[in-house]
């Protein structure tokens, strides 16, 4: 029923007008941002025919016998247009894995696309998944997420750090220099957890300079100088953290609330969802708890992040 083809780059066009007109699809899933860290990756995306016609898309990458969709994504399953159905998405599970087997894979590990990044429901693939290919769960992370029409009320600290920015001076600029905010990042992340940023400032810049509307810097300023920032992922419905770090200043008086608050409460204020990320340490084993209640001050609440895994 389904030809499968791997996707290559005479494919890009086609790919991206797909993943543009997809229910559950991000500008992640753009071959611009896919392939900046192609390097890294072997990638075995594939592409879904059905009559001719593009019918789905699995961006993936192979590891040894080993097919993954997608580590070098926070999420990275089954793109699908408005006109996916359940039956054929059994079936595309079925042809699926008959491909993978003919092309010598051993296993597969699928990471679904969070329902907070849905713009129409989009679970026929755990469904299928499921049914058609036994998965089973192999790993489960968790982030933590604003419904930002409820307007929950800030924990009395997160108020109290609000109202010391405010008295304090503390401004916002929107669409900040990357490569002011990315020394402060770089040195609370080594100072907290003996880790660098995922990007460099130059991939940063990259995929700012190829997305300049869904990668935006927030950065508070005191006195001049920055003192805190926020890098946000803006996809159609949600806003995401992707990275966050203040100096000392930044902690004493408020940046993060500085810059939530206006992305809340200001910039951001119709869209329905803010994602914070995930909290936890260990492929998800350990919380870090003292980040975590320092999220769900904000109102934040807790969406899985799931790995699948099975043999074809």
Partial sequence: MFDIKRYSASDRAQWDAYVRRARNATFLFERGYMDYHADRFNDHSLMFYR??????????????TTLVSHFGLTYGGLIMDIHVTIADCCTLFDELNAYLRSQGFTKVLYRPIPWIYHLHPAEEDLYAIFWKCHAHLYLRNIGTTIFMQQHLRWRKDHLRRLRKAQAGGVTVVRDASLAEFWPVLTANLQERFGARPVHTLAE??????????????????????IIGGLT??????????????????????????????RIMYHDYEDYPYLDFGSSTEEQGR???????????????????????EWEP
């Fill in 232 to 261: 946000f992922y803006i996809s159609q419905q949600v806003v995401h953290g992707q990275y966050s770090a203040t100096n000392d200043e930044g902690k004493e008086y408020g940046a993060m609330e500085a810059i939530y608050e």
């Fill in 51 to 64: 009559q001719g016609r593009l019918y789905a898309l699995l961006p993936a990458h192979h590891r040894d």
């Fill in 286 to 308: 350990v919380i870090n708890e003292g980040l975590i209640a320092h999220k769900e001050g904000y109102g934040g609440r807790g969406v899985v992040y799931d790995t699948y």
């Fill in 204 to 225: 940063i810049e990259l995929l700012k300079s190829r997305f300049p509307d869904n990668i935006i810097q927030y950065s508070a300023y005191r006195d001049g100088h």
